[in-house]
């Protein structure tokens, strides 16, 4: 319990006025561009699942505990190359524990975070290994606090496109969602590959 909210680890800051995390102020610094940025809340947490536990996948067994804050506007200032620009947009805040979320060998994680137009947040989560069938699990949520969970078989996601990074490794970075039943039918693009 901290009364301010305070988090810092080296040359980066994210503290309130009070003892929860929004509203914020993040202030981060490194050898290529520093930013400054506040953030507040426009709509509720978000509790996943239920109550925010989260099946992860039926085999192996995998759980965890999740609480988001999709609904933030965060403004502030980036410096780059020396130069100041004045940045704005909307943040996303997750947490997440549970067991089993570090990487093990032939275990792969794929996750989305979405704003959708009509003011909607959808997070899915796929889970496998590569010798084991999908697991997809999804939540939408809308400003009001209203959350509905979405089944593995309710979910078509797939990759569409397949890209090698730098370091040799090969990634879905663009892919399909489709939830007929929500009417949500998108292709995600990654902006920065090697992130």
Do not use: C
Not at 105 to 129: M, P, W
Not at 144 to 168: A, F, K, M
Request: charged share 20%.
């Amino acid at each position: 319990f901290m009364d301010p909210f305070h988090l810092w680890i080296d040359n980066w800051t994210w503290q309130s006025r009070n003892n929860t995390a929004l509203p914020s102020y993040l202030s981060a610094h490194t050898d290529d561009f520093s930013v400054a940025l506040t953030s507040e809340a426009y709509g509720p947490y978000i509790l996943p699942g239920d109550k925010g536990y989260n099946a992860l996948h039926d085999l192996p067994s995998k759980v965890s505990y999740k609480f988001s804050a999709p609904f933030l506007r965060t403004k502030g200032t980036l410096n780059l190359n020396g130069k100041n620009v004045a940045v704005q947009g909307l943040a996303w805040i997750d947490k997440e524990w549970g067991n089993g979320l570090l990487p093990e060998s032939g275990f792969e994680s794929n996750a989305f975070s979405i704003h959708l137009t009509d003011g909607r947040a959808l997070v899915l989560n796929q889970y496998h290994k590569q010798d084991q069938m999908k697991f997809v699990t999804g939540t939408i949520a809308n400003r009001s606090g209203t959350v509905t969970n979405i089944s593995n078989d309710e979910i078509r996601l797939y990759p569409l496109e397949n890209t090698t990074l730098l370091n040799g490794k090969t990634l879905a970075l663009r892919w399909v969602i489709e939830i007929p039943k929500y009417n949500i039918s998108l292709i995600t693009q990654t902006i920065e590959n090697e992130l």
